[in-house]
């Protein structure tokens, strides 16, 4: 089945440990996209590629950087995770085609800062 | 920049009971998305509606799309304990591409 794979799906670093988070896709989607959730809010969106053109958003910390060395797999590194940066991160995917935007999701990977 | 509005932000019902999920917007967008996200997971798409006015319905869930399509609604009959989870409406707009406008979210619980 296609699909939004991410890992690792719980992911414990210590302040201030650069952490990598992965994510990839066999839905073949042009648009990956990066979100950060914390407890029971919507998702915020830290940047997106659109093919190799990389988005981000204007109050995404520099702290936050992403890779996408190529069409199914895409990078969340986190240079300095500080307490504040724990949340479920979520990777998404979508195709632009018309009026449709759908977004399709990973499971997500849950960030433990100790 | 646009606003989904969501409500309510919580819902704690009995099984059996039926519910009402509002989203609402002062602007109109092209797309709108429900997605039920479940403890620990990411969120899993329900349906995308495009058109105003349009009615779908999945099982026990019917999705509305206002005829001026600013607001959307979700309608479960019959709740079940395994619809306990975090409800999100997404709006998708012609000129922001593939970006999605999410509203707050309605955290339901279902009680047996």
């Known amino acids: 089945d296609a699909m939004v794979i991410q890992n690792p799906r719980y992911q414990v670093t210590q302040f201030g440990k650069p952490v990598t988070l992965s994510c990839s896709q066999t839905l073949n989607h042009n648009v990956m996209y990066w979100y950060q959730q914390k407890s029971s809010q919507a998702p915020k969106l830290l940047f997106h590629y659109y093919d190799k053109d990389f988005n981000n958003e204007a109050d995404t910390p520099d702290n936050f950087q992403s890779r996408r060395p190529n069409t199914s797999f895409c990078f969340l590194d986190i240079r300095s995770p500080g307490l504040g940066d724990a949340a479920m991160y979520l990777c998404a995917t979508s195709q632009i085609r018309g009026a449709n935007h759908e977004q399709f999701f990973g499971p997500g990977t849950r960030l433990t800062v100790l | 920049t646009q606003l989904l509005e969501q409500s309510p932000q919580f819902l704690s019902i009995q099984e059996g009971e039926n519910l009402t999920v509002y989203c609402n917007s002062s602007s109109v967008f092209s797309s709108l998305q429900w997605y039920r996200q479940e403890p620990g997971e990411g969120p899993v798409l329900l349906v995308t509606v495009v058109t105003g006015g349009e009615v779908k319905k999945l099982k026990r869930l019917t999705f509305q799309f206002g005829d001026a399509r600013k607001d959307s609604s979700l309608h479960i009959t019959a709740a079940q304990p395994g619809d306990t989870g975090l409800y999100l409406c997404?709006?998708?707009?012609?000129?922001?591409?593939?970006?999605?406008?999410f509203g707050g979210g309605t955290r339901l619980m279902v009680k047996p």
């Open positions: 997404a709006g998708g707009e012609r000129d922001a591409g593939n970006m999605l406008t």
